[in-house]
């Protein structure tokens, strides 16, 4: 056990499972106690959604390390149900200092003049207005305590850089750079720091499924794993074909911790040089 975050309270949203799990517990890890907020369902049709029993897990992990936990089924989407998650939260835990955005869907790859509409408005719901929800509802807990705070939202390489036949997601990536640089401005007179984090391919459900291996493999028709494995590990500058969600994590502790107590306004790379590729 650590003190990076000891005594402070971290929202984190996507906390049923992969980078939002390991954000809470790693969080934890140093001190803080948790309002764990997730859909608990699917938000796209290829992949298993989390479920209740993974949120649950996720405070169990919490518990363990002797750190409390607020557990919340909650769609971002829905603003005024988010807001009363928060706003509970707060009440139980008393304050409010970090938030970790990291609820996200991923996308079923079409050229964008061929994308139906309802995927399109999906992916920019859940991936750019879910995240506003989350600040909206989260910053006047943070003002108020008048301790200052941070806010890491998760974005993606797709943040910097386009790819094709995904064009609602990179857009979405793309948005919340934006996002994160305004609220940087107008946070910054209350010592509130705003950053994004930005993964290559991360080993969870959100990769591992078949469209996603299509992406990839645009040249098969039935990718399987190895093939993905193969070709993700291309696009990377270092040798290993994606990373884990621990290492976003580790991003985002230092991002909350008073070792970055001047970044703000920042895009982090977490890609093992994807960007640069």
Same mark, same amino acid.
């Given at each position: 056990?650590?003190?990076?975050?000891?005594?402070?309270?971290?929202?984190? #949203?996507?906390?049923?499972?992969?980078?939002?799990?390991?954000?809470?517990?790693?969080?934890?890890?140093?001190?803080?106690?948790?309002?764990?907020?997730?859909?608990?369902?699917?938000?796209?049709?290829?992949?298993?959604?989390?479920?209740?029993?993974?949120?649950?897990?996720?405070?169990?992990?919490?518990?363990?390390?002797?750190?409390?936990?607020?557990?919340?089924?909650?769609?971002?989407?829905?603003?005024?149900?988010?807001?009363?998650?928060?706003?509970?939260?707060?009440?139980?835990?008393?304050?409010?200092?970090? $938030?970790?955005?990291?609820?996200?869907?991923?996308?079923?790859?079409?050229?964008?003049?061929?994308?139906?509409?309802?995927?399109?408005?999906?992916?920019?719901?859940?991936?750019?207005?879910? $995240?506003?929800? #989350?600040?909206?509802?989260?910053?006047?807990?943070?003002?108020?305590?008048?301790?200052?705070?941070?806010?890491?939202?998760?974005?993606?390489?797709?943040?910097?850089?386009?790819?094709?036949?995904?064009?609602?997601?990179?857009?979405?990536?793309?948005?919340?750079?934006?996002?994160?640089?305004?609220?940087?401005?107008?946070?910054?007179?209350?010592?509130?720091?705003?950053?994004?984090?930005?993964?290559?391919? $991360?080993?969870?459900?959100?990769?591992?499924?078949?469209?996603?291996?299509?992406?990839?493999?645009?040249?098969?028709?039935?990718?399987?794993?190895?093939?993905?494995?193969?070709?993700?590990?291309? #696009?990377?500058?270092?040798?290993?074909?994606?990373?884990?969600?621990?290492? $976003?994590?580790?991003?985002?502790?230092?991002?909350?911790?008073?070792?970055?107590?001047?970044?703000?306004?920042?895009?982090?790379?977490?890609?093992?040089?994807?960007?640069?590729?």
């Amino acid at each position: 056990m650590g003190t990076r975050v000891a005594g402070k309270v971290a929202l984190i #949203t996507g906390a049923a499972r992969g980078i939002g799990r390991s954000n809470a517990v790693r969080l934890a890890e140093e001190g803080a106690d948790i309002i764990a907020l997730d859909i608990c369902r699917g938000t796209a049709d290829f992949y298993q959604g989390a479920t209740d029993d993974d949120l649950a897990e996720t405070g169990r992990e919490v518990e363990a390390l002797g750190r409390r936990v607020v557990a919340r089924r909650t769609d971002v989407r829905d603003f005024d149900a988010l807001k009363a998650a928060v706003d509970e939260g707060v009440a139980e835990l008393g304050r409010l200092d970090i $938030v970790s955005a990291a609820a996200g869907m991923g996308a079923t790859p079409y050229p964008s003049h061929e994308l139906p509409e309802k995927l399109w408005q999906d992916m920019i719901d859940v991936n750019l207005t879910g $995240v506003w929800h #989350t600040t909206k509802a989260a910053i006047p807990h943070i003002i108020d305590g008048g301790r200052g705070g941070s806010i890491v939202i998760i974005s993606s390489v797709a943040g910097f850089r386009a790819f094709a036949t995904v064009g609602q997601y990179v857009t979405a990536k793309h948005g919340l750079v934006g996002l994160m640089r305004s609220l940087a401005l107008e946070l910054g007179p209350h010592s509130i720091r705003v950053n994004t984090v930005h993964p290559c391919q $991360v080993d969870t459900d959100l990769i591992q499924n078949e469209p996603t291996y299509r992406v990839f493999r645009p040249d098969l028709a039935a990718p399987s794993k190895d093939d993905f494995r193969e070709a993700s590990k291309k #696009t990377l500058v270092l040798p290993i074909p994606w990373i884990e969600p621990i290492d $976003v994590s580790n991003a985002v502790l230092f991002l909350t911790s008073d070792e970055a107590r001047y970044i703000t306004g920042a895009t982090i790379a977490v890609d093992a040089g994807q960007s640069v590729k």
